[in-house]
């Protein structure tokens, strides 16, 4: 598969937490509340020095309960570095040419962010068909995901960005959307 | 030209109306409806199984009345079925640098969507001066054309989306918007 | 630097404003205006065709208490020509990969335009960290921006279109922003 079957590890995923890790002493209370709430899945973003550090650690910790991926990957040297970290999927912000061959190559499942019909079919060229779509309360929201199921039928979206405990349901029932993310259940 | 005349074949023919073919019977009562209404064009959309016999068809019974357009082409393999078909236009939701030159070559006036600047650019590049607007209503909409009549003031927009009956003037009464293209005068 | 220093350029002057000259009897009155408002910068669009004269003049006369930019670049041709005119900063709509090179070797500092994720991703691969947020009222405008903080951390942002007196310093007031552009301080 093109994707290196994101489609198949996100269907089993329906919500996302997206997540920015400050300090390593959060991931256990972290952890257990979204296991609490029956989420078995965290993107770790790289905005934090610790982020690799604590990839490493939940990876460890908890590698056989929960689906650890990557979040923000923008440069090929990052790729390189999750793989040999051994993350469950990668997540980039953008789609973006230069980014392609190296992350089919590297056998993890990821999904790039798009936003406009050009992106997506950029992404098409390359084989692929799941796309975060991002940010998704900025760039059209709902109705655009309703257009964009009828001009690009076969494509299924992760909504990211602007995304609440209100909405989420919303957009998790439009047939193009696998998956939702968002921080909603890990703030507060 | 480099755009095979887009521009000339969208001035007579200010309202696009784009269309989902279910079903070839509903051809008929279709076209003369539209024929009816004093337009005579059609952009039919690759989105059911039936478009390319819808097509055929149309361009077969209604072709010396009615230019008839593909739209949501987005690989090189659909710009040369649509070139065999002799469709009259093509339409593409967004831009990409390797559709181009086999857009080109086809001989066939074609329009591609944009949505930022950048992909405005994109198309400047290869002498475009035509695009489509798509989804106009999502990106900004009519402040996002008046912006762009101010930076790109010789490029022609056909804006596309969320466009209703009570809305597309206010669009055609814009310098830069040559046609608008919607479902308004199909649906119901 | 990359883009030959736009960042440290931008940081005296946090309000460029974004001029389109018809008639070089304007120059005088126009910069009289903006010194005493102490603004000491002026980013003159290419849509009229007094504009390259105009730039000279203005750098000839004012050329050392004024930064005398130029905008809407697109070609490589307008860079050539505005490298010869001896511009102190570019500012494009958009980003493009054919102009990177063009642009980079000018030695004039430049500022692309961005409005997507994989927009500003294209120009963090050419090593580039400032951009031009633009349309930035039709693109998400303020929580755009502060979504681009949290992902892209170390980009910094001159958002234009649409900023009026009452909103630019909103957006100033923003870590990731280091200028706006605008008219309304040259309008009425």
Not at 28 to 50: A, H, M, Y
Request: proline share 6%; aromatic share 10%; charged share 15%.
């Amino acid at each position: 598969m093109n994707q290196n079957n994101i489609f198949e590890l996100l269907q089993k995923h329906p919500i996302i937490p997206v997540v920015t890790i400050h300090d390593l002493n959060e991931i256990d209370p972290l952890i257990s509340g979204l296991i609490g709430k029956n989420i078995f899945c965290i993107e770790v973003t790289l905005r934090t020095s610790v982020a690799f550090e604590a990839i490493r650690l939940i990876k460890q910790k908890y590698g056989e309960q929960i689906s650890v991926g990557v979040g923000t990957i923008v440069k090929i040297e990052q790729i390189n570095k999750v793989t040999e970290l051994g993350v469950d999927f990668i997540v980039c912000p953008g789609i973006n040419e230069s980014l392609a061959k190296p992350l089919m190559d590297s056998g993890i499942p990821f999904i790039p962010g798009v936003c406009t019909p050009s992106e997506i079919i950029l992404g098409m060229q390359f084989g692929w068909k799941t796309f975060k779509f991002f940010p998704a309360n900025l760039f059209g929201g709902l109705p655009a995901l309703k257009t964009y199921g009828q001009v690009f039928p076969d494509i299924r979206f992760c909504p990211t960005g602007g995304i609440t405990e209100n909405s989420f349901q919303d957009f998790l029932a439009l047939d193009n959307v696998v998956s939702v993310g968002g921080s909603w259940m890990v703030t507060k």
